[in-house]
């Protein structure tokens, strides 16, 4: 995420108007958070809690201001009260991804859904057809293990196909999507 | 392969001296082909013929002049005698990849020894810890299905890191090295 982090966006929205850098990966940055009405987000980007909510102290990684700023549909087994925070609500939905997929639309109306991961949510939303843009951001580190975005996926087979790749300053930003 | 098809190297490789394009993508190719001694071949990049050489007819994809000009290792389970083509030896190595390594080391001398591929002679000699440096060009093309190069290859541990990442016209180029 280092091409993330360094952009002015990312430093604008933690706080730091004059910080980052503008530029390529900048623009981009810019792009994905634009025209957005909602979110989706699989529950480890909410938080490391595990299993039945024990109680409803864990509020997300952000603070008291999450960047998001829209309703945000958080995927999970264990059913929980809505959490509203400084201008981002967070909804728990239990019955899946297209049950979240259809509440995130009714909330975003015109506005465009942004799917925020992780990778295994990616790949569910990916494998059932229903993402129409993914951008991938690709910035060579050596991980070792992981999880694998793409692996097994037959993306032509599902429809999609690469129509865009721009070179940033700190990744190559890729665009997939689905063909009509 | 369609950014190293494009160039200027791999078209006057290929007898059209003023075609192709420059630029980065040339200059990664032109410097990934400098100071070669010897290349080291997987049998599927030699040609199609699998099992036992039924005779010696296969004479490889590239017409009667290849465009490698060194000796060129190809791994084989089947002994086949060396092929002499105008420039290009073709030596069948039967020992495994060490032996071929061997051996293209003594050919080599002080001049670099480059593997052609494919992916499953890659993975071998990576899983090995026997490849110094990895060029990846990294250019977004949706398969949908094919050997994947680095699944399950934990390159850290392998004791690699990225070291270098270069924008091209139509590619990403990736540098991958063993650290000392």
């Given at each position: 995420?280092?091409?993330?982090?360094?952009t002015?966006?990312?430093?604008?929205?933690?706080?730091?108007?004059?910080g980052?850098?503008?530029?390529?990966?900048?623009?981009?940055?810019?792009?994905?958070?634009?025209?957005?009405?909602?979110?989706?987000?699989?529950?480890?980007?909410?938080?490391?809690?595990?299993?039945?909510?024990?109680?409803?102290?864990?509020?997300?990684?952000?603070?008291?201001?999450?960047?998001?700023?829209?309703?945000?549909?958080?995927?999970?087994?264990?059913a929980?009260?809505?959490?509203?925070?400084?201008?981002?609500?967070?909804?728990?939905?239990?019955?899946?991804i297209?049950?979240?997929?259809?509440?995130?639309?009714?909330?975003?109306?015109?506005?465009?859904?942004?799917?925020?991961?992780?990778?295994?949510?990616?790949?569910?939303?990916l494998?059932?057809?229903?993402?129409?843009?993914?951008?991938?951001?690709?910035?060579?580190?050596?991980?070792?293990?992981?999880?694998?975005?793409l692996?097994?996926?037959?993306?032509?087979?599902?429809?999609?196909?690469?129509?865009?790749?721009?070179?940033?300053?700190?990744?190559?930003?890729?665009?997939?999507?689905?063909?009509?």
């Amino acid at each position: 995420m280092d091409w993330f982090f360094n952009t002015r966006v990312w430093q604008q929205m933690h706080g730091n108007p004059t910080g980052g850098e503008t530029g390529v990966d900048n623009e981009i940055a810019e792009q994905g958070l634009a025209g957005l009405g909602t979110w989706i987000l699989g529950r480890n980007i909410f938080g490391p809690v595990r299993g039945p909510w024990p109680d409803e102290s864990w509020k997300g990684w952000w603070g008291d201001e999450p960047p998001y700023h829209t309703p945000v549909f958080v995927l999970t087994h264990h059913a929980r009260p809505p959490l509203r925070m400084a201008g981002t609500e967070f909804r728990f939905v239990t019955g899946g991804i297209k049950a979240a997929l259809q509440q995130a639309r009714e909330a975003a109306g015109e506005r465009d859904i942004r799917l925020g991961g992780g990778v295994a949510t990616i790949r569910q939303y990916l494998g059932a057809g229903l993402i129409d843009e993914l951008h991938l951001a690709v910035r060579p580190v050596l991980l070792g293990a992981g999880e694998a975005l793409l692996a097994g996926m037959n993306l032509p087979a599902l429809g999609y196909e690469s129509f865009k790749h721009v070179a940033g300053e700190r990744a190559m930003h890729v665009f997939l999507r689905k063909r009509d």
